[in-house]
DNA sequence: TGCGTATATAAGCATATGCTTATATAATGA
DNA sequence: TCATTATATAAGCATATGCTTATATACGCA
């Protein structure tokens, strides 16, 4: 109603689209919403540095878009359903080719983190 | 199907995000889309300056966002309905609050544009 | 406790981005 | 044709972004 809220929510949605305005990133969103992942699978799907990798997962997770669960000394990342803008992630996401094959791959490698 | 596809279809989408995370574009992108505007109007609604809505404006049209529509000394920009990306543009702008009240705001501060 | 593995963080750097100012181009109307 | 208005483009600059390398932290296990 008020423009106070309509520009809370041109913020929110541009801030949410700049994150995923990042192939990585968009990318890392549509695996984890399939499959939760850790990072050293990221690591090796995009074939990319740990940290940038670590990188990429705080920015989506400061904006409360993933969330973690911790397994022993891995750290799985997860979309997480709680988030405020997780209509648009949901839209988002469904329009996307499904990257389960990426994982397939690993687990063919012999790299898949599998723990309890 | 093939990742090649998919491939192509994660860069779209991102490289479309990417465009839309920046408010002041993602703005334009509801507004023109309820009505078409021309630049000068943006200058006045955005308070921006005339190369900056200018600037952004390049971005989408190159994009195939947006289209334009010459009118004597004015253009006149709206969404192109036929964009690769009509249907993810569509999703999220349906989303967005009404933008009308700008261009309402514009007519009665006499500045807006009109011209047959 | 100490070592190896997984992850996070810090610092530095190159590139991208969005603005500014200045100028060019296009259309209108006297 | 010239002045005015609308728009686009170019160049320069400050900040943002995403990577790298180096280092810190956390956990599991011997």
């Known amino acids: 109603m008020s423009a106070i809220h309509e520009e809370e929510r041109l ?3 541009s801030n949410t689209l700049k994150l995923l ?3 990585t990133r968009l990318t890392i969103m549509k695996l984890v919403d399939e499959q939760e992942c ?3 699978e990221l690591v090796e799907i995009f074939k990319a540095s740990q ?4 990188q990429h ?3 989506l997770k400061d904006a409360g878009l993933v969330k973690e669960n911790r ?3 891995w750290i799985f990342y997860s979309v997480n359903p ?3 803008q997780n209509e648009l992630i949901r839209s988002l996401l469904s329009s996307l080719p499904s990257q389960v094959y990426k994982i397939e791959e690993l687990e063919k490698k012999g790299l898949r983190i599998s723990c309890g």
Chains 1, 2 share one sequence.
Do not use: A, F, T
């Not at 940290?51 to 670590?54: E, L, T």
């Open 21 to 23: 305005g990042d192939k």
């Open 82 to 84: 709680d988030s405020k």
């Open 57 to 59: 997962l705080r920015k």
């Open 38 to 40: 850790c990072v050293c």
């Open 11 to 13: 913020d929110q949605m």
């Open 71 to 73: 397994k022993g000394q």
């Open 51 to 54: 940290p940038s990798i670590s």
